[in-house]
C-alpha cells in the first residue's frame, strides 16, 4: 500500500481544553485545539475497548495515558485525561481518545512550546511538521527523524497524543537531541491510579500494580473489588461489522 507523504497540521494551543481547565494550558505539555469536522478525529481502524466497574460504589480515580511498543527511551508517560469510576463505565478509546503524533519545540523565553500533530495509522506512517522557521520534525518507518538545532535555544519532544473532544492531549513525551533519530512504535492504552494531584499535562507517577496496560486492538475489561482492588482481563464483547 503507498503511503502518502503527509504535513502536520498546525494548531493553536489556546482556548478552552476538554480537563483542567486553565491549568492544563500552563502545563509544559498543553493541549492542541483540533478544528471542527477534522477528519483526525475518525477513530483508527484498530478498536480498544475497555469496560471498567466497581462494586459498593467504591469511587476510583483513574488518568489515562499511552505507552510504545518498542523504542522511545527516556520518554515518559503524560496524564492526557482522567476518569472517575463509581458503578460502571464504558471506553471505546480508539474513538473516544484516537491516537496520533506529537511534536513540539519549546523556544527558551517564550511561555508555551509551539506544537503540532498527526493522525496515527500505523507505525510507518510519513509525515513532516515545520514547527518553527529552522526546525522541521520528519516521521518515517524508521522513526522520527530530528535536524540538528542549537539545543541551548531550543527544547524538542516527539511522542505520541490522544484526541479527545476537539482536542489532542499529550500522552507520551520523548525528549529529543540534535540531529539524533528517534526510533518508537505504539503500543498500549494505559489506565493508572490518580495520586490525588497529577493534572492533565503532567508525567504520570506510575506505581506498579496500580497501572494496567491495555496493547491496541483488544476488548478488556477491569474490575475493581470492594477494597479497590483492580483486576484487567482481555474480554470478547459482541461487535457488528460496521463496528469493526
Not at 472517575?84 to 471505546?92: F, G, I
Not at 484516537?98 to 512550546?113: A, D, E, F, I, K
Request: proline share 7%; net charge positive.
Amino acid at each position: 500500500m503507498a503511503v502518502v507523504r503527509k504535513e502536520g497540521r498546525r494548531f493553536m494551543s489556546t482556548g478552552r481544553p476538554l480537563l483542567e481547565g486553565q491549568r492544563a494550558r500552563e502545563s509544559r505539555f498543553p493541549p492542541l485545539k483540533l478544528p471542527a469536522h477534522d477528519p483526525q478525529l475518525l477513530a483508527i481502524a484498530t478498536a480498544t475497548t475497555v469496560r471498567i466497574t466497581t462494586v459498593s460504589q467504591v469511587r476510583v480515580e483513574l488518568v489515562l495515558t499511552f505507552a510504545p511498543s518498542a523504542g522511545g527511551t527516556g520518554g515518559a508517560p503524560i496524564v492526557a485525561a482522567r476518569q472517575t469510576v463509581t458503578s460502571e463505565v464504558l471506553l471505546d478509546l480508539s474513538s473516544q481518545a484516537g491516537l496520533c503524533w506529537m511534536g513540539q519545540v519549546l523556544t527558551r523565553g517564550n511561555l508555551s512550546p509551539n506544537q503540532l500533530h498527526q493522525r496515527f495509522t500505523d507505525n510507518a506512517d510519513v509525515f513532516s511538521m515545520p514547527i518553527t522557521s529552522d526546525i522541521t520534525l520528519a516521521h518515517d518507518d524508521a522513526g522520527w527523524n530530528i535536524p540538528h538545532y542549537d539545543s541551548t535555544k531550543h527544547t524538542v519532544s516527539v511522542g505520541f497524543g490522544l484526541m479527545i473532544q476537539g482536542w489532542a492531549y499529550w500522552s507520551y513525551s520523548i525528549p529529543c537531541s540534535p540531529g539524533q533519530p528517534v526510533p518508537v512504535s505504539a503500543g498500549s492504552y494505559e489506565l493508572v491510579r490518580w495520586d490525588g494531584h497529577e493534572k492533565v499535562g503532567d508525567p504520570v507517577a506510575l506505581s506498579g500494580l496500580d497501572a494496567w496496560k491495555m496493547p491496541m486492538g483488544q476488548d478488556y475489561a477491569l474490575s475493581f473489588d470492594a477494597r479497590g482492588n483492580g483486576k484487567l482481563t482481555a474480554a470478547l464483547f459482541a461487535r457488528t461489522k460496521r463496528d469493526r
